[in-house]
């Protein structure tokens, strides 16, 4: 069995093509067999909602008259990067105020930055924009003050160089005090863990070995539309092994990606804050996967007993970059709410929301049979854990 | 002398201590208690009615023993349209007001069980849960 992205288009073109959230296609693997459930499925969706720090905008404010080369800007008082052309600037999602009081008040609240201001601006509320500048011939203002919308200026496009890691920690802590982190609070003693992926419904554990996940892959993002741009930064993808040589699912992967805000939706976009750590930002992904074959069909029926997180102490290894890990735990035990670590029983709690993961399939499930969204075959694929990429430490 | 309605919030190293046997003994006051819970980290919540001549020095001596004491003057709210449903906040609320139903994985507020000790209020990222006065 196998079949092409044109057959499968033209399949999504007359209503007849057969698409499956990724938990019903566990289901249906389950039940009916793999060969006949690849045999049977054209395309499985998958969903994640999540906190994605490395998120961001890049918006074309437009000139004033007379012209402006905006050499510093603030958006609701967050500063967007203008180190680029005159009227060009990047929002990005963790940056916060200058006098917010960040952690001199431990820990600080974080109550609003730049993935607050994008949540703004996608949903059309006004934003208070001030820039300033030294003044050229060409570009003589040098003071601005006004507000936007969205809809105001020329371009607003999300540019995200980190999203949809493949896999994380599963965080906790082993110090004797209360710690924040961007896992969330971890309490002291193993009091609690945190994991953030929606185990068998995320969009690169399905796809372990970046088989159609590529460059120029079209994706549901933020509510509208997207585009896979490239791999991550930081995209190191490998397969997990047990010390006994078992193997526990993907890791290391991560996906850049772009899309015209204007047409996202602020459900799907969120400013969040992190107490005692910062600010960033929630986005929904969603990515379809051919069943192109069988293997990719085994892939995308991998469930969440088969799928694992690495357990990592963030009082003490992950901030010294201790390596290793503390063992894995399975996304089924995760999602059971508690968990065996040191043999110790630890309550978890997902920082990612199982729900709207759900909900976001389903959405991108609805569009692909409605023959509003077709597949896209990537221009390039990406690094998969054949290449061996790995990260590299900073000397300093 | 009207009561006075507290929370108090227990660490597991204390939580088995007959704390509230002495609160009753040595300063004299009546006590009702409204709620209790022991997690199974053996955290302890409890809210209190207290009434008596001696309730600060009982405060006083509750604070010694490491326990935490806020008034409950307050109620909380969970903004319906604000949460994302992340589950971020079930393993930080000590008495499982805030719950994962399985295996939908929604999370639920059972305000009932909420013994307004504030936590969720600072570590929800979107902040949908908050105080009604
Ligand atoms: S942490 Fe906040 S957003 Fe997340 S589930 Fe709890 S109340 Fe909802
Ligand atoms: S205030 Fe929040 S964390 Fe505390 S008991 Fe109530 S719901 Fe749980």
Redesign the interface.
């Known amino acids: 069995m196998e079949k092409s992205y044109a057959e499968i288009n033209a399949k999504i073109k007359t209503g007849k093509a057969v698409v499956l959230t990724a938990d019903d296609f566990v289901s249906l693997a389950e039940e009916k067999g793999l060969a006949a459930a690849a045999r049977q499925v054209d395309v499985v969706t998958t969903g994640t909602f999540a906190p994605m720090c490395s998120s961001g905008a890049f918006l074309n404010l437009g000139h004033p008259a007379p012209r402006m080369k905006m050499q510093k800007v603030w958006l609701n008082g967050v500063p967007a990067y203008s180190g680029i052309a005159a009227v060009d600037v990047y929002i990005g999602a963790t940056e916060v105020p200058e006098d917010d009081p960040l952690n001199s008040n431990y820990p600080g609240e974080f109550r609003y930055g730049g993935g607050h201001v994008i949540e703004d601006l996608v949903a059309r509320r006004p934003v208070r924009l001030k820039a300033t500048s030294y003044g050229t011939d060409c570009y003589p203002r040098r003071e601005l003050e006004t507000t936007i919308t969205i809809d105001d200026i020329n371009e607003a496009f999300l540019f995200n160089p980190r999203n949809a890691y493949q896999n994380y920690n599963c965080a906790v802590n082993l110090g004797s005090r209360t710690i924040y982190t961007y896992m969330g609070m971890l309490k002291p003693n193993l009091g609690n863990a945190h994991y953030s992926t929606s185990g068998q419904l995320s969009p690169l554990l399905k796809d372990p070995h970046f088989r159609t996940v590529g460059i120029g892959t079209r994706i549901f993002l933020g509510g509208g539309v997207g585009y896979v741009a490239w791999h991550g930064t930081q995209h190191f993808p490998s397969i997990q092994k047990s010390p006994d040589g078992k193997t526990l699912g993907p890791a290391g992967g991560t996906l850049a990606v772009i899309g015209d805000l204007k047409q996202m939706s602020p459900r799907w976009l969120k400013g969040i804050s992190f107490v005692g750590y910062g600010a960033s930002f929630a986005v929904g992904i969603g990515i379809p996967i051919p069943i192109l074959d069988e293997e990719i069909a085994l892939y995308a029926a991998a469930s969440d007993r088969e799928l694992y997180a690495p357990v990592v102490d963030y009082s003490e290894a992950y901030p010294s970059r201790t390596p290793g890990n503390m063992g894995y735990v399975s996304y089924a035990e995760l999602k059971s709410g508690r968990i065996k670590v040191n043999g110790k029983e630890v309550p978890a709690a997902p920082l990612s929301s199982y729900p709207k993961a759900r909900e976001i399939a389903g959405i991108l499930k609805q569009w692909i049979e409605q023959g509003r969204f077709l597949l896209t075959e990537p221009v390039q694929l990406l690094p998969s854990p054949a290449d061996g990429i790995s990260g590299k430490a900073l000397k300093g | 002398m009207a009561p006075k309605k507290i929370v108090l919030r227990f660490g597991p190293d204390i939580s088995d201590k007959p704390i509230i046997y002495r609160l009753v003994k040595d300063y004299d006051l009546v006590v009702n208690i409204l709620k209790a819970n022991v997690n ?2 053996k955290e302890g919540t409890m809210v209190l009615e207290i009434t008596g001549d001696q309730v600060d020095g009982g405060m006083n001596y509750l604070r010694d023993q490491g326990v935490q004491v806020q008034a409950l003057t307050q109620e909380i709210v969970r903004d319906e349209e604000r949460c ?9 609320c000590p008495t499982g007001a805030l719950y ?1 139903e ?5 999370v639920r507020f059972d305000g009932d069980n909420c013994v307004v000790c504030q ?1 969720c209020l ?2 929800c ?3 949908a849960m908050e105080v009604k006065l």
């Open positions: 199974p980290q994302i449903m992340c589950g971020g906040c079930t393993a930080i994962l399985r295996p939908s994985m929604e936590l600072k570590i990222p979107v902040r």
